[in-house]
């Protein structure tokens, strides 16, 4: 049977369609599985033309949804890994940065987490037998850390042309949260040109710190971030790209001395993160990567340099 379309969503016509599409929608079981408010806020629609349109999408869609194991196993395959540059924090990954996941890089002030996505960014351009992607990057800059000059230092250690990684890296400063989130829509068209592999988040929460203040606003900030979390996982899905963001940490108020070691924007960051890793400064210019969460790879350590050549072992 030929597939379904928008189209043969009951009551759904062309020009509502054309909104869904514009939207991200564009196949029946994204729609299924929508929020109602979410739909009709997006494609600016009435809440209950937004429930009839779910509703439809879940009589024409097949969402049967079980799957075996090796079905799963056969999928994953197509699953494809981004060296970090140091071959020491790629086997505490796994093989290094896994697509259709968020990896989420936590730590203080000066732990090297923007240098990470750097090196990320120059290495996701290089050609897969030497670790890369092959592929554009895009960058949100919410904290106006790019700097083109650090991409040129490790280009050149790398021995590559500086301008070809240049050209294919992507960057868009995130003026506020409102605008991040919106700049996730922007990136999910820009790749409907480019073969995007890896989109960088740096950093997820500082905007969200610095807006949403007090208990009274917690509820709005998680409800926003957690749509945030999950826009950025459905761009990694249908583009079977990386997700790479970097988060601030705070004091916990129980430990002595201030131990850093709580990331920002609680259960919400952390169930959606696939991988979470803690970045802390060692000596010598040393930094080690701690794995505090992964579902396939155990805890564990990783130590690796930072200069001016990038990210080594």
Known sequence: MPEKTLEDIPGVGPAIAEKLRDAGYGDLMSIAVAAPATLAET??????????????????????GFETGDAILQRRASIVKLTTGSKAFDELLGGGIESQAITEFFGEFGSCKTQVCFQLAINATLPEDRGGLDSD????????????????QMANYLEVN??????????ARAFNSQHQVLLVDKAMELAKDLKVRL????????????????????????????????????FATL????????????????????????????????????????????????????LIDSPNMPEGEAVFMVSENGITD
């Not at 494609?43 to 049967?64: H, P, Q, S, V, Y």
């Not at 919410?142 to 083109?148: A, Q």
Request: with cysteine; net charge positive.
């Open 43 to 64: 494609c600016e629609i009435g809440e209950k033309k937004a429930l009839d349109i779910i509703e439809g999408a879940k009589l024409c869609a097949d969402i049967g």
């Open 137 to 152: 990057v895009i960058i949100i800059d919410s904290e106006n850390t790019f700097r083109p000059e650090r991409i040129i």
């Open 162 to 171: 500086p301008d070809e990684p240049l050209k294919r890296i992507h960057v």
């Open 199 to 234: 989109l960088i988040v740096d950093s997820l929460t500082s905007h969200f710190r610095a807006e949403y203040l007090g208990r009274g606003a917690l509820a709005e900030r998680q409800q926003i971030l957690n749509r945030h979390m999950h826009d950025l996982l459905n």
């Open 239 to 290: 583009n079977n790209a990386a997700i790479a963001v970097t988060n601030q940490v705070a004091a916990k108020p129980d430990a002595f001395f201030g131990d850093p070691m709580r990331p920002i924007g609680g259960s919400i960051v952390g169930h959606t993160s696939t991988f979470r890793i803690y970045l802390r400064k060692g000596k010598a210019g040393k930094r080690i990567a701690r």
